[in-house]
């Protein structure tokens, strides 16, 4: 199964800027982020942030904040506990109401929710991978989602705590991906419109 940029939405968690320098390789971390959340921008794909605890740990990389729509700041390392789902989920629609010519409600047909309103693939990247990221992404997988975790955009202040979060997420059913993948996959074609813009920007 390949990633569709129509059902698509990216959600980056923590990278801020009195964190990141205590991070392994965090400033490659933020490199890749970066390069996802502009991506995504070519490709239409709604772009979220989040930022743990900010008044001690920081904004968000200003970079990076200003290519998300929106950035949710939390104290919980879940940024679901703290309304995350709700931004990723669109409105539901009101129920129209009946008139005197309608049909009775038992043999009204169900409007379906219109697909294009739906984007249930989450690819998520951010930091800690061990505490924050992987939080997030099991909840957001009890919450349904599908989750594609970008691992060159993730890190942790150890290798082993890092690797021990993508173990511990595909045991759950997140997909494990590169930057690239990502980058590939939401373009599917050579022929894109954004693919040079797209090349440039991994290259």
Known sequence: MLLDA????????????????????????????????????????????????????????????????????????????????EWLRPPAR???????????????????QAPQDERPTIVVAGCEAHVCLLQTALDLLEDEFDVWVVTDACTSRTERNRDAAFDRLAGAGAELVTTEMVAFEWLRSCEHPAFKDMLALIK
């Open 94 to 112: 009101p129920q129209g109401g009946g008139n005197a010519r309608s049909l009775p409600r038992h043999l009204q047909k169900r409007e379906p």
């Open 6 to 85: 129509s059902q698509s939405q990216l959600v980056l968690v923590d990278y801020q800027e009195r964190l990141m320098p205590a991070l392994l390789d965090g400033s490659q971390a933020l490199a890749q982020a970066l390069r996802l959340a502009q991506v995504a921008q070519m490709v239409q794909v709604p772009v979220w942030g989040t930022e743990q605890n900010p008044s001690r740990l920081g904004a968000n990389d200003a970079r990076l904040r200003a290519l998300c729509q929106r950035t949710l700041s939390k104290m919980h390392f879940s940024a679901v506990e703290e309304g995350l789902s």
